[in-house]
């Protein structure tokens, strides 16, 4: 089971902090993602490390903003998301995988209930 937390309203610019706490499943096995999904639009990946912490990936939207990271001895994952962006604003979904397509979201089977987050102009 994946709980998702750390959403909310912040202005353009500011940062928030997601969190992804894993229970019931050796989380530190699996690869963690994170996606998105607006109002109307398909679901999108963020950005996925690898089960071990040793590789991270990111969308091209939100490189250089964005940092995916994970604390397998609290079996956590987390999105720090700095200088946020209107199109930013979503419902973000953390997720885990065995499988190495870590940016495909099909490829995750364990997903979190989304936590919102809206970025006001």
């Known amino acids: 089971q994946l709980q998702a937390s750390g959403g909310g309203l912040v202005q353009a610019g500011g940062s928030l902090r997601l969190s992804c706490s894993a229970s019931?499943?050796?989380?530190?096995?699996?690869?963690a993602g994170w996606f998105r999904q607006a109002p109307g639009k398909e679901r999108e990946f963020v950005a996925a490390?690898?089960?071990?912490?040793?590789?991270?990936y990111y969308a091209d939207s939100v490189k250089g903003r964005f940092t995916i990271s994970r604390d397998n001895a609290k079996n956590t994952v987390s999105l720090q998301m700095n200088s946020l962006k209107p199109e930013d604003t979503a419902v973000y979904y953390c997720?885990?995988?065995?499988?190495?397509?870590?940016?495909?979201?099909?490829?995750?089977?364990?997903w979190g209930q989304g936590t919102e987050v809206t970025v006001s102009s």
């Open positions: 997720a885990t995988t065995a499988s190495l397509y870590i940016s495909a979201a099909d490829h995750y089977d364990y």
């Open positions: 490390i690898w089960w071990n912490g040793g590789n991270s």
């Open positions: 019931g499943r050796t989380f530190t096995i699996y690869h």
